[in-house]
């Protein structure tokens, strides 16, 4: 029975890859995960960077005239009002980088999940097919026996013959599906050779997930988040740049005959304003800020359109996933079986056999399409709630 094949083949073998270990030999072998962990640390070293105090300049000079030497130090503290916007901004940045972060686990995880369940449905269709080419061979020999026995005539003899070559047919194509998914499996785990996908293909079907969803959660609006908090904050750390922040001044004159010993020397420099006020930079900032801001903006709407799209598809698929497994397949089953044994008694002609052998081939391939459509749509789901697992 068909039926019987198709359950065994949803068994998992000991030489056989589940989709856990996908998930797990993704991880440990792509780079992608290294880089993006990189730039975290990058980013979080940029934090201790952003917002710290400016090294004084040191200057020593020596002239004729007296004091003849001269020493000073300046300290500029004009870092003091930048500071905390600075600082913010680099915060957005590690957010940002976080978020990035996420974003390429779930990805990768989202491509690693959609071809493991494409290879798993290549290979359980070509089980099927197979199963079905056995039936219509053993179908043929029974129309070739019965027309020697001159039960039925030449031309249902060659309909089974035909019938038999065309499963042979259908069966070279799903072989060549399953290899070409399972080598799409194999680049996207970044291995040689793998073992064949294991695990059933209606895997969640009976328990989907809860799709209430918080748009902040979504990694690609984290990303727009974060990148509209850096450019504000750096807004206003352009902004706290044009205020004239005096420096410190200390130090000490020597070597003049008329004044013995060293005098010591304080004072402040003020940066003037004079040739330019710094608008420039402050508009260009404001802009980027006003810029990211609205992208935010688009971005939370193409969110919120992407979660309706994608619990559209969850609840959809699930459902004639769940028609097709249940009802049509045992249908179309029962149906061949009864059209098998009817000619195999002599009560039928070969048409409603040959018919009901390529309804049960439809069937049977559209509910693993089906099953797979719920197995893609799941997997942009976990994709949008950031789930890596």
Known sequence: M???????????GP?????ADALARARA?????????AQVTEA????????????????YSHSESTPREHFSVEQ???WLIRRGADRAAARAGINRALADSSQSAVELMRAVRLAFFRARAALLSETLVEAQTVEADSLARIAEARYRAGDVSLLEQEQAAQEAARARQTASSAREAARVTASDLERELGAASLPPAAGPLDAGLDQPPDTTLALDRVPALRVALADSAAAAALARSAARARIPFPAVQGGAEWADPTEPGTLATFGLSVPLPIWQHG???VAEAQAR???????????RLETERQVREVRIRLEESAKRARIARDSLLPAAAVLRARAFRAYQSGETGIVPVLDAFRAEREVALGALQDELAYQEALADWHALTGATE
Request: proline share 7%; glycine share 4%; hydrophobic share 55%.
């Open 29 to 37: 072998s792509r780079p992608r995960l290294a880089a993006a962990a």
């Open 279 to 281: 608008q420039g930079p």
């Open 76 to 78: 500029p503290l004009d």
């Open 2 to 12: 068909l039926s019987v094949v198709v359950a065994l083949a949803l068994l998992q």
């Open 15 to 19: 030489d056989s890859l589940t989709l």
């Open 289 to 299: 800020a006003l810029a990211a801001a609205a992208l935010t903006r688009e971005t």
């Open 44 to 59: 979080r070293a940029a934090l201790r960077t952003a917002g710290a105090v400016t090294n004084p300049i040191a200057t």
